[in-house]
């Protein structure tokens, strides 16, 4: 099943002159809030001639990297490290300075409030993540990781917070109640950066996006333990999009391309690559199988590849076909063995994606499905609105 048609631009918001680093939409109002790398926290909201404009526009001492906010309560992480917690009024006019924590030693990279606990979670290039209670501002417990804390998602239901870092990492780790915590597993498949994270609490998968180009689905729920690989941009993934109703995943690469991923299609877990001495096709040795080569006395220099379909370690000549494979997540053509390809089905080449020139590159996305809006802030300091309702 290939979805809908293409996202429609709504509107351009003009007035940051640096990096846009997060936009959330307002729930329930025709309202954004972004802040940027120009020291600004803005709140624009939507005039009667249908143009955004800044209600508020807070400049604060450093770069604000960050944003969280639920329940009219904003999270605002810094270049410094510092949080500041504020609370606006409904009418999205006015902001009051509540709290300022001493968090991180570094940029806050990424919050989460949660507001039936009044827990706040961040992490920092500081290799931290630590949580907060709300009401006094103590915190709660922390956790090192071994790199840079690029990004957070949290599972509301269970207490697992999950934490994405620089070499690739992503932290699994329960929070208790009062101080204590337990760490459960790093999950390892990435080969970049961890750009982004998202928890889908009903199907309690976990997404996750690279600077490695690539898109996983982690499906942790029940036991499984499955991980399959999207792919499709030719260049960095900066930040990716749910929604769950539809069960449409929109993902951002600095390609200036928007992919939407049905992932109500059935997908397989990417083959695991298998290593050996000889191409599993033919058995003639590779080249650094010097032993094999010496017996045989036949001196050949094959290398080594592997078959994005079965895994199977193969030559050149065994594997001179290239084809997509939407079923293992590969949307652009990629090296298949020759039995692979002789068996490929035709069900296995249908794509359930659809690409959009977006003619920018990405920093930032959110999405609210209530309103079929998707806000992005881009390379050029501008943040753009687009209507997604033909794309659900």
């Not at 096709?281 to 220099?301: A, D, L, S, T, Y």
């Not at 039995?339 to 590159?361: A, V």
């Not at 920093?363 to 390379?379: I, N, Q």
Request: aromatic fraction near 10%.
């Amino acid at each position: 099943m290939v979805v809908g048609g293409s996202p429609a631009l709504v509107s351009q918001l003009v007035g940051h002159t640096n990096t846009v680093n997060k936009v959330i939409l307002v729930p329930n109002d025709t309202a954004l809030i972004s802040v940027s790398d120009d020291r600004t926290l803005r709140v624009w909201i939507r005039r009667s001639s249908g143009d955004y404009w800044p209600s508020i526009c807070q400049t604060l001492e450093w770069c604000v990297s960050s944003l969280a906010m639920e329940n009219f309560h904003l999270f605002v992480g810094l270049e410094s490290g510092s949080i500041n917690h504020y609370k606006i009024t409904e009418d999205l006019n006015r902001i009051t300075l509540l709290r300022i924590y001493s968090s991180h030693q570094m940029r806050v990279s990424d919050l989460i409030y949660d507001g039936n606990r009044d827990w706040l979670l961040s992490v920092g290039k500081d290799k931290t993540f630590h949580w907060y209670t709300g009401d006094t501002g103590r915190r709660l417990g922390s956790y090192v990781a071994g790199a840079w804390c690029l990004c957070l998602a949290f599972d509301r239901i269970s207490n697992f917070a999950f934490i994405g870092d620089y070499s690739g990492g992503i932290h699994m780790v329960r929070l208790e109640e009062g101080e204590e915590f337990k760490f459960v597993t790093t999950l390892k498949g990435h080969a970049g950066s961890i750009r982004s994270l998202i928890w889908d609490e009903e199907k309690q998968i976990l997404l996750s996006c690279s600077a490695d180009k690539s898109i996983f689905i982690w499906e942790i729920g029940e036991g499984k333990g499955n991980a399959i690989q999207l792919n499709s941009h030719r260049e960095r993934v900066n930040d990716i999009a749910y929604c769950a109703p539809s069960r449409l995943l929109f993902s951002f690469g600095i390609d200036k391309k928007m992919i939407a991923w049905n992932l109500r299609t059935e997908r397989k877990p990417f083959a695991l690559w298998q290593e050996s001495n000889e191409c599993q096709e033919c058995r003639q040795p590779f080249f650094w199988n010097v032993q094999r080569i010496w017996q045989e006395k036949n001196v050949n220099f094959k290398r080594q590849h592997h078959c994005r379909r079965c895994g199977r370690a193969v030559c050149g000549e065994c594997s001179p076909h290239e084809s997509i494979l939407p079923w293992y997540g590969f949307e652009y053509p990629v090296r298949v063995c020759r039995p692979c390809y002789q068996e490929i089905p035709e069900d296995e080449l249908r794509s359930s994606t659809q690409t959009h020139s977006i003619l920018i590159e990405p920093t930032c996305v959110d999405f609210d499905y209530s309103k079929k809006l998707m806000a992005v802030g881009a390379s050029d300091n501008v943040i753009r609105l687009y209507d997604v309702a033909a794309c659900l």
